[in-house]
């Protein structure tokens, strides 16, 4: 059984409960976007985190460290200049590197980007607690025009495997088929990661080559068009590749080979070590995520203003139940913990009922947000640091709480048995 | 001789300066039931709160059951009252959202002595409102939902559960028609006597005087006069 005030305090705020209810939907709302911000921002650091976790270094053409990261990587933002295939041969060959994943990108198939590689990208990469990638059914590509699946494109696009798919140039904006004229087949898809590689095309370096054979210069060579069958009569071997996926030997090496790949004889290169790029990636969008964190911060206080005043603005109508109470033997400080404590259980409601909304949101929305953008919403049990923000907006809530019942521990006193009201 | 329940010398008290109680001596046997009279603006309501012990004279003595309140802490007289005080108050006696027993049992929350001396304080409780000529399809009733006199009576209830030893009424009977305030003191007077506590009857209808032995005109006994 509750204790008698906590009984009292409950059906006090139950009685009133029509107008307790928006400003606890207040609360819960501003609840959820702070949750929200803070889910996002952790979730996007993990996404980001899991995306790479075997590579010790990427390596690209020299620019910045963190446009090729997010290129090659998340494809997000610019492509970078090339990497010549001797480079990547030279590096493979580096006793100290233990594989290399080449992948070449810039086409796209109805908005998904395609990625070029070879059977190093099935074998080495590793994608959140360092798990190999697996097919979720058919096989890894070995004809030229075969293509492997993430598994959101299957999902979104509804492809299954034999079934044919045309590619487009670049990102695919214009909506057009630029290379129609070879079709790729389904052969595998791939079961899913929660990383980029879900919205992602597959495909072998040579087959990049080949639906390029007759383009030059990023457009099709007017006159020229050589059609699928005759594309095994050319040397399919890739001139260049956007980057290189390297795995090392042994983790002690990655400063001397980075320092090698940067001092590269043939062309200049540069190798990022994807922890230190995402760190300078953090420190960028640090004070942007701290703002949104602010706003919703102040949100939350907004909310709690709201709560206190519409308790203290019942007050009035309750003297004569303070009164009452005080008659019966309760102390003024009963009247203020009753009145504390209705504020403080308003608040925890509203905490709570914001978890949950925020919840029932991630489920709506995670799909969407997982074909957009590539990461998958969570909505297991809050995180640490989600407890300490609800901790913290409870603790708020308690010590806001504490002026109405400071203020009918005033009017208690004041007014004794007999309220003027 | 027994103790008396309250005893009064000297006692005054004023609101901001202006004298509004100064009563030189008044005493309430044990058992005894006492109709106070005074108009409104005598200074009843004022009395009413330094018997509960909400207010403290600015002088003289006030003892109740032995206790010198005047002297008591806040928390004490707050304590005091809950334990040996039952309180009628004109209307708006219960708390509206609670159920008519909730509102019955509220005193042994809030004393454990109230609460030990009743017993079983649930079926106290229902005796009560039995005596009290309550119909049990109500007492899981929200208060609010009862009319004013039967409200009345499970203010009444209230205020005899735990067997205090004095029950304060305030014009307890002010909103009901004659007939339910004639059956309305019947059940007070007969209850306060079966458990044996005083009663302090204050009204100013004085109609209702001829019901009790023993009647004091506020105004006579009080020098002050005058009250806010």
New interface residues.
């Given amino acids: 059984m509750m204790p008698?005030l906590v009984r009292?305090a409950a059906?006090?705020a139950?009685?009133r409960r029509a107008a307790l209810s928006l400003t606890v939907l207040a609360v819960a709302l501003s609840v959820m976007m702070l949750l929200g911000v803070e889910r996002l921002r952790e979730q996007v650091r993990d996404g980001f985190e899991q995306s790479v976790s075997g590579a010790d270094l990427i390596v690209g053409a020299r620019g910045s460290p963190l446009q090729l990261m997010l290129y090659s990587v998340f494809r997000i933002g610019e492509a970078t200049h090339n990497v010549q295939w001797s480079s990547v041969e030279a590096l493979t060959a580096h006793p100290a590197v233990a594989w290399t994943i080449p992948v070449s990108l810039g086409d796209s198939h109805r908005g998904y980007p395609v990625l070029a590689t070879n059977h190093a990208y099935f074998a080495h990469f590793r994608h959140g607690d360092r798990r190999p990638l697996a097919l979720a059914g058919g096989r890894a590509f070995d004809g030229v025009f075969e293509a492997v699946l993430g598994a959101e494109v299957a999902d979104a696009l509804d492809y299954r495997l034999g079934d044919r798919i045309a590619l487009a140039h670049g990102s695919g904006e214009s909506g057009l088929a630029d290379h129609a004229d070879k079709p790729f087949t389904v052969t595998g898809i791939l079961a899913r990661t929660g990383t980029p590689v879900d919205n992602t095309v597959h495909i072998s370096l040579a087959a990049m080559e080949a639906i390029h054979l007759d383009w030059q210069g990023g457009a099709p060579i007017p006159g020229m068009q050589i059609p699928a069958e005759y594309v095994q009569k050319f040397d399919l071997e890739p001139k260049t590749v956007t980057a290189v996926i390297v795995g090392l030997e042994s983790r002690a090496a990655v400063f001397s080979v980075q320092r090698w790949i940067n001092n590269f004889h043939a062309e200049p290169l540069m190798a990022v070590l994807p922890g230190v790029a995402l760190a300078q990636l953090w420190q960028m969008i640090g004070h942007g995520e701290k703002a949104l964190l602010a706003i919703s911060a102040l949100v939350v206080g907004v909310g709690l203003a709201g709560l206190v005043a519409v308790v203290l603005a019942g007050l009035d109508q309750r003297r004569?139940?303070l009164a009452?109470?005080?008659?019966?033997?309760?102390?003024?400080?009963?009247i203020l913990a009753l009145l504390t404590l209705e504020g403080l259980g308003l608040t925890v409601i509203g905490a709570l009922l914001g978890l949950v909304l925020l919840t029932v949101l991630s489920l709506v929305a995670a799909p969407l947000v997982q074909a957009r953008f590539g990461l998958s919403l969570t909505t297991g049990l809050p995180s640490a640091h989600e407890l300490y923000l609800l901790a913290g907006v409870i603790i708020t809530g308690f010590i806001a709480s504490l002026l109405p019942g400071w203020r009918a521990y005033r009017v208690s006193l004041a007014d004794?048995?007999?309220p003027k009201t | 001789m027994p103790a008396p329940v309250v005893s009064v010398a000297g006692l005054r008290f004023d609101w901001g300066g202006t004298p509004c109680l100064d009563i030189a001596a008044f005493e309430l046997a044990q058992n005894e039931q006492v109709f106070l009279y005074g108009p409104s603006g005598s200074g009843k309501?004022t009395l009413?709160?330094l018997l509960?012990g909400?207010?403290v004279p600015r002088a003289g003595e006030l003892v109740v059951l032995g206790a010198a309140l005047p002297r008591l802490a806040?928390?004490a007289r707050?304590?005091f009252?809950?334990?040996h005080l039952g309180?009628i108050?004109q209307q708006?006696?219960?708390?509206?959202?609670?159920s008519v027993l909730d509102n019955v049992l509220?005193?042994c929350?809030?004393?454990a002595r109230r609460r030990e001396r009743a017993g079983d304080a649930k079926q106290t409780a229902a005796r009560l409102l039995v005596h009290l000529d309550l119909d049990p399809a109500l007492w899981t009733r929200r208060a609010d939902a009862l009319s004013v006199g039967q409200q009345q009576r499970v203010a009444a209830a209230?205020a005899l559960i735990g067997a205090p030893e004095l029950i304060v009424a305030d014009e307890p009977t002010s909103a009901l028609d004659a007939d339910r305030q004639d059956a309305f003191l019947d059940l007070l007077t007969r209850e306060c006597a079966a458990s044996g506590a005083a009663l302090v009857f204050v009204s100013h209808d004085r109609r209702l005087a001829a019901r009790f032995a023993r009647t004091l005109a506020l105004p006579d006994i009080n020098r002050a006069g005058v009250a806010p």
């Avoid at chain 1, 009452?324 to 009963?334: C, Y």
């Avoid at chain 2, 708006?92 to 609670?98: D, K």
Wanted: zero cysteines; proline letters at 8%; aromatic letters at 10%.
């Fill in positions: 008698p009292l059906l006090s139950w009685n004569r139940e009452i109470l005080r008659a019966v033997g309760a102390r003024p400080r009963d004794g048995l007999t | 309501s009413l709160n509960a909400v207010l806040g928390a707050d304590r009252r809950a334990d309180l108050f708006f006696n219960l708390i509206p959202y609670l509220l005193p929350h809030f004393s209230r």
